[in-house]
Nanobody
Framework: QVQLVESGGGSVQAGGSLRLSCAAS?????????MAWFRQVPEKEREGVAA????????YYADFVEGRFTISHDNAKKTLYLQMSNLKPGDTAMYYC?????????????????WGRGTQVTVSS
């Protein structure tokens, strides 16, 4: 069983930056291949933000990212990051980290078998 813990959320003004982190622990003997950041606001479905295939570093972003976010992964630290810049009020959401054990790059929820509890990001205008 893999445990994921997010951190780094907070409140910023539009145009500001934040870096989210997601630390993995637990059954570290199990290889994590795919990781991603999702976000969710109340009464809306969870949506993918950015994904990474840890074996090689290939990345995939949602269209709304528009080059503002960068996903990365430190294998030695077993930590996933999301560097967010030029934040907009529409980015306000709870951000979740997820991991899976398949050779997959995308946002299909069925491909992820571990989830963190989330970290809140609030962007004011």
């Amino acid at each position: 069983q893999v445990q994921l813990v997010e951190s780094g959320g907070g409140s910023v003004q539009a145009g500001g930056s934040l870096r989210l982190s997601c630390a993995a622990s637990g059954n570290t003997g199990k290889i994590i291949y795919n990781m991603a950041w999702f976000r969710q606001v109340p009464e809306k479905e969870r949506e993918g933000v950015a994904a990474i295939y840890t074996d090689g570093g290939a990345t995939y972003y949602a269209d709304f990212v528009e080059g503002r976010f960068t996903i990365s992964h430190d294998n030695a630290k077993k930590t996933l990051y999301l560097q967010m810049s030029n934040l907009k009020p529409g980015d306000t959401a709870m951000y979740y980290c997820a991991s899976g054990s398949t050779a997959y790059l995308g946002f299909d929820l069925d491909e992820f078998n571990a989830w963190g509890r989330g970290t809140q990001v609030t962007v004011s205008s």
